[in-house]
T-cell receptor, first 116, second 115 residues
């Protein structure tokens, strides 16, 4: 089946640093990728939708300058948490979808981000 | 706006028994898709089953089946012959069939399978 790779799995860093998370579709071309955030014991909250070659569409309340999303190719999207602070600590997970409609989104394994 | 409701925060089932996880939804769209995902404690989201709004038959995938009742706007997941490895969080999600095809998730149900 379709595989999405997300890297890194864990990040621990100091407050004020920027962290980049990569999401790759390994065996299909992902025309659309999604970035979610999940707090402990809560559901997934969509942060933004990115289409290859265009600017990401952010959900209401998500800071565009804080969470930079780049979808430069059909197999790679990146999320950069800029100047991260402890409140940005969370589980971030990406998903990818091909061009065919009505196909399921395939998720990466997620990244646990801890800001000290 | 679309909305997904999972009213069961937690469910217990004995191994080899069947269990039903409830999901109701609200949408004004005529065309939409319903999904169930499993999230083990390790965090990955595992796709289980999909039901399209125009599908006349209930979806089945191995031990998973989706009890789709369109008039009642419900899409319950039935897991037959539960296994210990089924213990996880289960999320129901709905996707709009237009635009970006975003997923809206329910709050999830934690299933615990006991020996």
């Amino acid at each position: 089946g379709a595989v999405v790779s997300q890297h890194p799995s864990w990040v621990i860093c100091k407050s004020g640093t920027s962290v980049k998370i990569e999401c790759r579709s390994l065996d299909f071309q992902a025309t659309t990728m999604f970035w979610y955030r999940q707090f402990p014991k809560q559901s997934l909250m969509l942060m933004a939708t990115s289409n290859e070659g265009s600017k990401a569409t952010y959900e209401q309340g998500v800071e565009k300058d804080k969470f930079l999303i780049n979808h430069a190719s059909l197999t790679l999207s990146t999320l950069t948490v800029t100047s991260a602070h402890p409140e940005d600590s969370s589980f971030y997970i990406c998903s990818a979808m091909g061009a065919r409609r009505n196909q399921p989104q395939h998720f990466g394994d997620g990244t646990r981000l801890s800001i000290l | 706006a679309q909305k997904i409701t999972q009213t069961q925060p937690g469910m217990f089932v004995q191994e080899k028994e069947a269990v039903t996880l409830d999901c109701t939804y609200d949408t004004s769209d005529q065309s939409y898709g319903l999904f169930w995902y499993k999230q083990p404690s390790s965090g990955e989201m595992i796709f289980l089953i999909y039901q399209g709004s125009y599908d006349e038959q209930n979806a089945t995938e191995g031990r998973y089946s989706l009890n789709f009742q369109k008039a009642r706007k419900s899409a319950n997941l039935v897991i037959s012959a539960s296994q210990l490895g089924d213990s996880a969080m289960y999320f129901c999600a709905m996707r709009e069939d237009t635009g970006f095809q975003k997923l809206v998730f329910g709050t999830g149900t934690r299933l615990l399978v006991s020996p």
